[in-house]
C-alpha cells in the first residue's frame, strides 16, 4: 500500500521558528504511517501575476509541483495582527493561481495558528 504523502508548509522564515518545530515534531509522531515532506518557503518571491503561468519562477514550480504529489497540505503559521504571516499568505497566492488551475483544488488542507497564550487570552477576553 501507498504511504499517504503530507506537504508541510511553515509561515515562518525564522530558524528558531515554532511552526515550523511544529511541522517537525508532526514528522516525528507519524513516523510510518506517513510521509510528511517539509517546504521552504524561503525562494517564494513576492506575487506578480506577469510573472506567473508558464513564466513563474523555478521557485514556485517546485512549490506547485510538492503540492501536487502530496495527498493533503499542512499549513502552520505565526498568528500576525489576527490572521496567517504574510510569508504564508504569499505562498497561497502563487498556489491558487493561474485562475481555475489551482493545484489546491479539490486537496485536503489543514491550516493551524499558533498564538501566544497571553496575547490569546486578551483577544478572548476583548471578544467577550
Excluded: C
Excluded at 50 to 65: C, G, K, Q, Y
Excluded at 81 to 106: E, I, Q
Amino acid at each position: 500500500m501507498p504511504q499517504f504523502r503530507l506537504l508541510g508548509l511553515s509561515g515562518s522564515l525564522r530558524r528558531a521558528s515554532n511552526s515550523t518545530a511544529v511541522l517537525r515534531g508532526l514528522q516525528d509522531a507519524l513516523g510510518f504511517r506517513a510521509a510528511l515532506d517539509i517546504f521552504p518557503l524561503h525562494a517564494i518571491p513576492l506575487y506578480n501575476e506577469d510573472d506567473d503561468a508558464e513564466h513563474a519562477p523555478e521557485s514556485v514550480r517546485a512549490l506547485r509541483s510538492a503540492i501536487e504529489a502530496s495527498d493533503a497540505v499542512i499549513m502552520i503559521s505565526p498568528e500576525y495582527n489576527h490572521g496567517m504571516s504574510g510569508v504564508l499568505k504569499n505562498a497561497l497566492d502563487w498556489a491558487s493561481r493561474p485562475y481555475g488551475r489551482s493545484v489546491l483544488k479539490s486537496k485536503p488542507v489543514l491550516i493551524d495558528d499558533l498564538i501566544e497564550e497571553i496575547r490569546a487570552a486578551s483577544i478572548v477576553r476583548a471578544a467577550a
